[in-house]
């Protein structure tokens, strides 16, 4: 019978992880869940209202601190811990285990137990897995660990065999001391860095009459990604039908990438600790108050935040108290810290139940990566700051606060008025309404969905692609596969960017630096969504003797620097060129420039040509589609467009030979377009 009655109330779409319920003695409980670390009975500078202010549901208490001081015998005679520390809600002990192998006091190991000396008096004691359950069940905690020989996570495996093995007897001897105590147990999953110890780990204790697994032996000197796949593959092999619990992670980071390989339960001194030492994790980064940047800061320590904290104080007042190391500098930041976990542990489990997991993960990770946004540290004694260029390109930031790209040969700058992202979306996406397309059912269509992206520039046109495809793969049900094939004869202005990718956010995923690496990427989460780079000169690449390599485009993102900085692409025979690379597909292809010479000469190359949507101070767009029989959901261009051109004094753009000029007049004046719009026959003419 499990004591908690845990049940998981939602299970992410295209994620493991997974909003949970359970009951413990005290209160109900919702996961994921982080649990503040009291050590000695006391969350560090916290008060227990305030931690029940900031949501703390559970709080953990370290068996091994308080077997020697104040010692079981306190506890027996004070009805547990509850009412000794005046916390109503949960209490989890950890088995003791931890600290005997990691902190440094003289101790040898049996198979009784590990033997070791108390540095309150110096007595020799014996930590056994009967003393261990003992001791929590005085404390009357509502979920007891089972003693574990916990080993780092680098240790070789004849040692975490050996951790293993005696883990797993002791794990036995724990479940009988606990006898009919009504408190929940879990065991801990030792196996260090090795996938086969891990999994015997598993199976061995998903045997025998827990109530939850932990995994312990990570966080303590393993690369971060070598943590995620241990978490991930051990996470798998857990119960789905009882807690998961990390012990000892993390930052909140750590614990986003956790909870989406489908734990439930976390722990971390991290809040407090960092709290003691001026760190706040914030909306707008991580920042480190003790910086003299704060010294006159007026505003809230974080704009986003509705703690106690953030509603009263300055950070210039939090920055004073943190330099003259004050108590209530720690407790005010602190506090803050805490419920930035626990807010951030609400709106994982409501995304989770909201089915909108995967889209809060992206952003979250994306955030939870910064320092400090507004104040960014600069290292000292490099001084002045590394230039911020590669090759032809530098780092620019608008003065609204977003950076992009710079060519510095022609001054002109990639996406200067809207951020990025943003421009990449409602210019090309939105408009090429690439959302709907993906859906088999919306056009009919199940082939692969091809995009070409011309000027790959720092990747922000990409990027919203490929967002928009993860997006709508999170969604669930039918989708086509997409492929995107970005062209670029300069790669230097997306490794400048990824070189910066603090400045460019939307760039913190697999696939930029895949297709810088490898020329192509594959995601690993969405079959179905692949990109390649094609390197060199876009003209020769769809040259008729290359262009068979290349699937031909449903969308073209057009984005080339502009016929100031280069024209080669936007000549009569560029446009023939790409006309021809269609090969009969109605393609449509979008590109920012609205200007006459261009839409005129689209036109003489056989495009139809409609108008695109503004953005920013552009009024409008072009769209020019490779149909024969154009799609009605553009507005054509139509006898207004002629007449102005008509009465343009450069009706033939200057890159036009002379003897091509009538013949690209009387190709527009001729072009199917105004004859099927009605209002033009035979207006000008
Ligand atoms: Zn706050």
Redesign the pocket.
């Known amino acids: 019978m499990n004591r908690l009655n845990f049940r998981v109330e939602a299970q992410a779409a295209g994620s493991r992880a997974r909003a949970g319920l359970f009951q413990t003695l005290h209160n109900e409980v919702r996961t994921p869940l982080f649990m503040p670390v009291g050590t000695q009975a006391t969350v560090k500078a916290q008060l227990p209202q305030s931690l029940e202010d900031s949501g703390s549901q559970i709080l953990l208490a370290n068996t091994y601190h308080l077997l020697l001081r104040p010692g079981p015998e306190v506890f027996r005679r004070m009805g547990g811990i509850h009412g000794f520390m005046s916390w109503k809600r949960s209490v989890l002990t950890d088995s003791g285990g931890f600290q005997i192998f990691s902190l440094p006091h003289s101790r040898s190991m049996t198979e009784a137990g590990a033997v070791f000396q108390s540095y309150t008096d110096g007595r020799t004691m014996l930590l056994s897995p009967e003393v261990s359950i003992e001791t929590q069940k005085a404390i009357g905690s509502d979920i007891m660990m089972a003693l574990d020989q916990c080993v780092p996570s680098t240790a070789d495996e004849s040692v975490a065999r050996a951790a293993l093995d005696i883990t797993h007897r002791w794990a036995v001897r724990s479940l009988a001391a606990r006898g009919d105590s009504p408190a929940a147990m879990f065991a801990i999953i030792q196996g260090a860095l090795f996938r086969e110890l891990r999994r015997e780990g598993v199976l061995r204790l998903r045997e025998m009459a827990f109530d939850g697994l932990a995994i312990g032996g990570l966080a303590v000197g393993e690369a971060k990604a070598q943590r995620e796949d241990v978490c991930e593959f051990t996470a798998d092999l857990m119960p789905a039908d009882q807690p998961r619990y990390l012990m000892g992670v993390g930052t909140p980071l750590d614990i986003l990438e956790a909870v989406h390989r489908g734990v439930d339960m976390f722990d971390c001194i991290i809040p407090t600790q960092v709290a003691q030492r001026g760190g706040v994790f914030t909306s707008r980064g991580y920042l480190q108050l003790r910086r003299g940047v704060y010294k006159f800061a007026q505003d809230k ?2 704009p986003a ?1 509705d ?1 106690p ?2 509603a009263r104080y300055s950070r210039a007042y939090l920055h004073h108290l943190t330099k003259t190391k004050e108590t209530l500098g720690w407790q005010l930041l602190g506090k ?1 810290n805490l ?2 976990y626990h807010r951030l542990m609400r709106e994982i489990r409501e995304s989770i139940v909201a089915g909108r997991f995967l889209e809060l993960y992206r952003e979250k990770r994306e955030l939870l990566h910064e320092d400090d946004l507004d104040n960014p540290v600069l290292i000292q004694g490099r001084k002045p700051v590394k230039p911020r260029c590669l090759g032809d390109y530098e780092v620019r930031v608008a003065p609204e606060g977003f950076a992009s790209i710079r060519q510095i040969s022609s001054g002109e700058i990639m996406h200067s008025r809207t951020p990025p992202l943003e421009e990449a979306r409602l210019l090309y996406v939105d408009q090429s309404r690439l959302a709907e397309r993906l859906l088999p059912a919306e056009c009919g269509s199940e082939e692969t969905l091809v995009i070409w992206d011309v000027g790959l520039g720092a990747a922000a046109n990409a990027m919203a692609a490929i967002r928009c495809y993860e997006a709508q793969a999170a969604a669930g049900g039918p989708l086509r596969a997409m492929h995107l094939v970005s062209f670029e004869n300069d790669l230097d202005s997306l490794r400048l960017a990824l070189t910066y990718n603090r400045d460019f956010l939307y760039l913190r995923h697999g696939g930029p630096a895949g297709v810088i690496e490898k020329g192509r990427w594959q995601s690993k989460e969405f079959p179905g969504l692949s990109w390649e780079l094609i390197e060199g000169d876009f003209l020769k690449s769809i040259s008729e003797d290359r262009l068979h390599a290349i699937p031909a485009p449903e969308i073209i993102f057009y984005d080339p620097f502009s016929r100031n900085a280069d024209d080669r692409l936007w000549t009569l025979d560029a446009f023939r060129l790409l006309l021809a690379a269609c090969r009969g597909r109605s393609a449509e292809l979008f590109t920012y420039s609205a200007s006459t010479a261009v839409r005129a000469t689209l036109l003489a190359a056989g495009f139809y040509v409609a108008k695109g949507r503004g953005i920013a101070d552009r009024a409008e767009t072009t769209v020019a589609l490779a149909a024969s029989a154009p799609d009605a959901r553009h507005e054509l261009l139509g006898i207004e467009w002629l007449e102005k051109w008509n009465r343009s004094g450069a009706k033939v753009p200057a890159w036009v030979q002379p003897n091509e000029q009538s013949a690209f007049e009387a190709t527009i004046a001729g072009h199917p377009q105004f004859r099927l719009n009605p209002a033009s026959l035979g207006s000008v003419f």
Do not use: A, E, Y
């Open positions: 320590l974080d935040c703690c904290t953030c803050h419920h930035f």
